[in-house]
């Protein structure tokens, strides 16, 4: 949801605003995050947001009226561990998952209705 009236978050309108350090945005993992996301539900699309941004709604602009860019890190942990987020920042960590279907379970788990609602008020 964008802006609380039932608009649904853009996978493209997110991808042109995040960046990628750590990865070449032609780099499989990066391919295989859009695809996932691209395959969410809205109320998934918007946990996921809110578990990077700790942002519930988005400008009435999209991201574009975001205070920054995000931005998706390459993280250093075992590929069993979930991505992490640092939300002041707008910053995503995931591991060097094996396989999109991997990946997929991992974002599955942080976009489930009670974890998402764990990271602050639903």
């Not at 608009?7 to 960046?19: F, L, M, N, P, Q």
């Not at 809110?50 to 075992?78: A, C, E, M, V």
């Not at 979930?82 to 942080?110: G, K, N, W």
Request: hydrophobic share 35%; glycine share 8%.
């Amino acid at each position: 949801m964008l802006d609380g009236s039932g608009s649904a978050i853009s996978v493209e309108d997110w991808k042109a605003h995040t960046d990628y350090n750590g990865y070449e945005e032609s780099d499989p993992q990066i391919s295989w995050f859009w695809e996932v996301v691209g395959s969410m539900s809205a109320k998934q699309k918007t946990i996921l947001l809110f578990f990077w941004t700790s942002i519930k709604y988005l400008p009435l602009d999209g991201f574009g009226g975001l205070d920054s860019r995000l931005s998706i890190y390459r993280s250093s942990k075992s590929c069993d561990h979930l991505p992490s987020a640092q939300t002041c920042f707008y910053i995503m960590r995931f591991p060097p998952y094996c396989s999109r279907d991997v990946m997929q379970d991992r974002l599955r788990v942080i976009t489930q209705d009670h974890v998402g609602c764990s990271f602050g008020t639903w």
